[in-house]
């Protein structure tokens, strides 16, 4: 990847019908075929998917990677790229304006070196609106 090896972070809000997976289980030794490279499905639309969080600040799980596909820059690689992240799921309770809706969820990707700090990304979040809009 063109950031690898640089101190750089990436926070972006995903749509709630992505699905992540965690690294496969390790193969039964003297198992035929090819390896796994997906574990388990995660959907963030399926709580039934969803294993114990990481954290609980907010629920976060860590070490998930979207399954990428053969297009944009990684179509000359023979395989795609596992990108690893952390998933991040933040219950939006209160609104500024007042509005008779239902709680909304705000599901973020990050990845970066390290443990991610959740109280600062989902402010990160937050404050890009100041940002863009000025």
Avoid at 96 to 121: E, F, M, N, Q, Y
Wanted: glycine content about 8%; some cysteine.
């Amino acid at each position: 990847m063109e950031l690898a090896g640089t101190r750089t972070q990436v926070l972006v809000r995903i749509s709630s019908k992505r699905v992540f997976h965690p690294d496969p289980t390790p193969r039964a030794a003297g198992a035929i075929g090819r390896s796994r490279r997906h574990g388990t499905r995660f959907a963030l639309s399926d709580p039934e998917s969803w294993t114990k969080p990481d954290a609980e600040l907010m629920s976060v799980w860590h070490g998930l990677h979207p399954k990428l596909h053969g297009r944009g820059r990684g179509r000359e690689q023979d395989e795609p790229p596992i990108v690893r992240g952390s998933v991040i799921r933040v219950e939006v309770e209160h609104l500024p304006r007042p509005i008779a809706r239902a709680k909304k969820t705000l599901w973020l990707w990050w990845s970066g070196d390290g443990v991610p700090d959740l109280d600062l990304c989902w402010r990160a979040y937050l404050w890009r609106f100041d940002i863009e809009r000025t």
